[in-house]
């Protein structure tokens, strides 16, 4: 049998945004392997193996998936929210440069709705004019390049979302991303702190850039700033279409 890779994203919690194309792909697979918390998403069932991995072997994880292909297995790669987006999409074709025999294998990319889209749907439309999104983690950047990229995107006036805002292992960072934000916009500007939005965990909260503190965010949470034109409408946070 033929054997095939597919990255897929799971969406960003609830069942209802898996989307059919994703479900049909896990339903044809041999095997699923990605981060254990995503895998662990996946209900197991006969003749499907799970390959669950630490956070930090994404290159490891692509190769080991190819390989399984390469011997006729069909394998999903499993990111939350959408594969391209922070996840395995891009790790998986940086695994196959120099492998022209990986490069011939069947690969298929499923996209999924992504973390921010779901937050900005939970709170209105906050995302409705031009935005741009910053990984804040500096695993894979230094983090004065963060910095440098929010403090760009503030002075282009565009609204933002923040993936990996905060973690244990670097508590302090964030508190330096909302220092820089304040250097460029208005203490009023709108902050939406979205929590494991579309779980039974979700929680959005509304402050102002003044009252904004970094303990407001976790790994579980995207962080949307609006734009100057970003206002609330009774209980919903929205950004005009027109600039
Ligand atoms: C490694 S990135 C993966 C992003 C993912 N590929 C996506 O498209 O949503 C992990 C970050 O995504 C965000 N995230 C993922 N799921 C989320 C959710 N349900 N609610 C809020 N933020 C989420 C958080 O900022 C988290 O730190």
Not at 25 to 51: I, N, Q, W
């Amino acid at each position: 049998m033929k054997g095939w890779v597919v990255v897929a994203g799971l969406g960003p919690g609830a069942d209802g945004l898996v989307t059919p194309d994703v479900a049909a792909a896990l339903a044809a697979a041999t095997d699923v392997v990605g981060y254990a918390p995503y895998v662990a998403r996946v209900l197991p069932r006969a003749g499907l193996a799970l390959h669950a991995s630490d956070n930090r072997v994404e290159l490891a994880r692509a190769a080991h998936a190819l390989r399984l292909a390469a011997r006729g297995r069909r394998v999903v790669v499993v990111s939350s929210g959408d594969p391209g987006v922070f996840a395995m999409a891009s790790a998986l074709f940086e695994a196959m440069e120099g492998r022209p025999d990986w490069q011939r294998l069947e690969v298929r990319v499923l996209p999924g709705i992504t973390a921010m889209l779901a937050a900005a749907a939970a709170a209105g439309a906050p995302l409705g004019h031009d935005f741009c999104a910053i990984n804040l983690s500096d695993n894979l950047k230094p983090f004065d390049l963060v910095l440098r990229r929010v403090w760009l995107a503030a002075e282009g006036d565009f609204a933002m979302a923040f993936y990996n805002p905060r973690s244990r292992a670097r508590p302090d960072q964030f508190r330096q991303v909302l220092e820089v934000l304040r250097t460029r916009c208005e203490p009023d500007r709108l902050v939406i702190f979205a929590r494991a939005v579309s779980t039974p965990d979700q929680e959005i909260r509304v402050v102002t850039l003044d009252t904004a503190r970094e303990e407001m965010a976790d790994m579980r949470t995207v962080v949307l700033v609006g734009s100057s034109r970003t206002r609330a409408v009774g209980r919903f946070v929205y950004t005009p279409r027109s600039a």
